[in-house]
């Protein structure tokens, strides 16, 4: 109930009176914050990111009696960055996470704890440990791989705990640490969910790996990004994700740059071709040829030969018409032959080659495709 006044009514004295008796002033009970006997806080213990409520602070007085503080309470937030509070019990969701907001008055405090995350979301945390000794694993790697909340990363701390806010359904997290084998969990998440992950250790460290392989797209678009993972293999047959501790590069061998990647193996398409996407690890290297494309366009490789059966080395083949129309390739590299990157649909293509004469090819392209060319020698040509 909240603060009432207390009325002390005169009573008339002994015997009766036929003049009424007039009522004393009221008297009121102790207003004073030194008679705080407790205090809550009133409001949701779970806010979305970028929304704001009023929380309310209610103060007990000794007598049983209560009354809204809230502006005369002291607030405060234990993160500010996820959950922001102004002197009036106002506060905002800034960020995902869990923070304590508390309220004082009359010598009394409160806290209640609040999460900020998204209407149907929760949170999910865990531990991992060593398999044998459960001994926790600080600095562990757990990425959200898939579900809502995919391409979120954590650490674990001295503890070898970790938590994310804000995931909900499917999710598959990955852990990894240096010197483990890194494991893969799949949940299901419709609630606040712990888990409790056991990594095995790698006896022996890099001394027992045999080889480092880059794994990621085969393709990617030109605009598009892809990720690319560095996974050490071990002689137990066990395999190690050391993506953060590789040195990435990426390289097109057969001319102008095609693709970035950062430090991370995330890597962008910036033109047409092919690129050799490379990872080195100590003494270990790794390397994966991808194909970048524009959307919607394909490769077109072959060779060009001479019907004499001669491999003409630096024939030219170009793209006349069509999508792709001016890209060069040249007969080259290893007698391999050549190759056009980001062609589609009707295309006309010339094969030359001094000494040769010219061949002319419309194709269709709605696929990768291999084409090869035969150039008749103009001597025999002529003589025709």
Not at 78 to 86: A, G, Y
Not at 256 to 282: E, H, K
């Amino acid at each position: 109930m909240t603060r009432r006044m207390l009325v002390i009514i005169a009573l008339a004295s002994a015997g009766c009176s036929d003049k009424p008796t007039a009522p004393s002033q009221p008297v009121f009970g102790p207003t004073t914050s030194s008679n705080v006997s407790a205090l809550s806080i009133t409001g949701p213990n779970a806010v979305a990111p970028g929304t704001q409520f009023q929380y309310q602070a209610i103060a007990r007085y000794a007598d049983g009696e209560t009354e809204d503080v809230t502006t005369k309470a002291s607030w405060a937030s234990s993160k500010p960055q996820v959950l922001e509070v102004h002197p009036n019990g106002n506060a905002r969701g800034e960020q995902r996470g869990g923070a304590n907001l508390s309220a004082k008055f009359g010598g009394v405090e409160h806290t209640l704890a609040v999460r900020v995350l998204e209407p149907g979301t929760f949170v999910v945390s865990g531990t991992i440990v060593q398999a044998g000794d459960g001994r926790p694993i600080a600095g562990a790697t757990v990425t959200v791989d898939s579900g809502i909340g995919m391409g979120r990363t954590t650490t674990t701390d001295g503890q070898g705990t970790f938590e994310f806010y804000g995931l909900s359904g499917s999710v598959q997290l990955t852990m990894s640490a240096s010197g483990y084998q890194s494991r893969g969990v799949n949940i299901t998440v419709t609630q606040d969910t712990t888990a409790h992950v056991l990594l095995n250790g790698i006896a022996g460290g890099l001394k027992d790996a045999f080889k480092l392989s880059v794994i990621g797209p085969e393709r990617l678009a030109v605009g598009a990004s892809g990720q690319y993972r560095a996974m050490l293999h071990y002689l137990d047959g066990s395999t190690e994700d050391v993506t953060t501790r590789a040195t990435w590069s990426a390289e097109n061998v057969f001319g102008p740059p095609t693709m970035t990647i950062s430090p991370n193996g995330i890597a962008a398409g910036i033109a047409d071709g092919p690129c050799s996407v490379r990872a080195i690890l100590q003494q270990f290297e790794g390397s994966k040829v991808v194909a970048v494309l524009r959307t919607g366009t394909f490769t077109l490789v072959g060779a060009v030969s001479g019907s004499d059966g001669a491999f003409l080395h630096m024939a030219t083949v170009t793209v006349e018409s069509g999508i792709g129309a001016g890209k060069v390739a040249h007969n080259t590299e290893w007698d391999l032959g050549f190759a056009l990157w980001g062609v589609a649909g009707p295309v006309r293509l010339r094969a030359s080659f001094p000494g040769y004469q010219d061949s002319l090819v419309d194709l269709n392209v709605t696929r990768d495709m291999v084409h090869s060319f035969t150039l008749t020698p103009l001597s025999v040509s002529r003589h025709d």
